[in-house]
């Protein structure tokens, strides 16, 4: 899903936009299955249970398992589907929330710093955590970030707005040639 473009300023454009990592669903979808598969179990023990009894049963067991998928698997996929990252040539934006819709814009100009981090299974995953240091007291920290060093990469560059620091194959008129690898110059020219 594209970022609304009337939300953009003029001549602001989209660099990256993005949810959070799949990684965050891993916990909610075995929840399902779990779920699931205990309400079939239930279902299968309780079907020989004596009229009424086995009625009500059922009904119980589908309404507490309808409760728990809801809240323990479809919450969590809507959050996950409600809350973007995105990078544009002018800010920062992070939106989440469906009910209560959050976020926050940071101005590129306001960035002091742009870190990452990742353990090993962030690794794995192709994740980690995005740590935005702004004009702001503390700084702020997006979870889950898919790409994180290439996102961390693309807002160091926005914010820098280096053309120097971008390789962009050969060189053209506006781009300078780079410098020959200096050398220990010969022990006998030297003074």
């Not at 309780?46 to 919450?75: C, G, Q, R």
């Not at 040539?89 to 814009?105: C, P, Q, S």
């Not at 961390?152 to 120097?164: A, F, G, K, L, S």
Request: hydrophobic share 45%; with cysteine; charged share 20%.
């Amino acid at each position: 899903m594209a970022y609304p473009d009337d939300l953009l300023s003029q001549n602001e454009r989209v660099v990256v936009h993005s949810h959070p990592h799949f990684k965050m669903l891993i916990f909610p979808f075995l929840a399902f299955v779990i779920t699931v598969g205990a309400a079939v179990w239930l279902f299968l023990v309780t079907k020989d249970l004596t009229a009424p009894w086995n009625n009500v049963s059922m009904i119980a067991i589908a309404v507490v398992a309808f409760v728990l998928v809801v809240w323990l698997f479809l919450a969590p996929l809507v959050r996950w589907r409600t809350t973007h990252f995105i990078v544009t040539t002018d800010r920062l934006i992070a939106r989440e929330g469906v009910l209560k819709r959050t976020g926050i814009d940071i101005p590129l100009s306001r960035i002091n710093s742009v870190q990452f981090e990742h353990g090993l299974l962030d690794r794995i995953f192709g994740c980690g955590t995005l740590i935005i240091e702004s004009a702001s007291d503390e700084p702020l920290r997006f979870d889950d970030i898919p790409h994180v060093e290439h996102v961390h990469t693309v807002i160091y560059r926005e914010v820098n707005d280096n053309p120097y620091d971008d390789y962009h194959g050969a060189p053209g008129p506006q781009d300078t040639e780079p410098l020959p690898p200096r050398g220990r110059e010969p022990r006998g020219r030297r003074r």
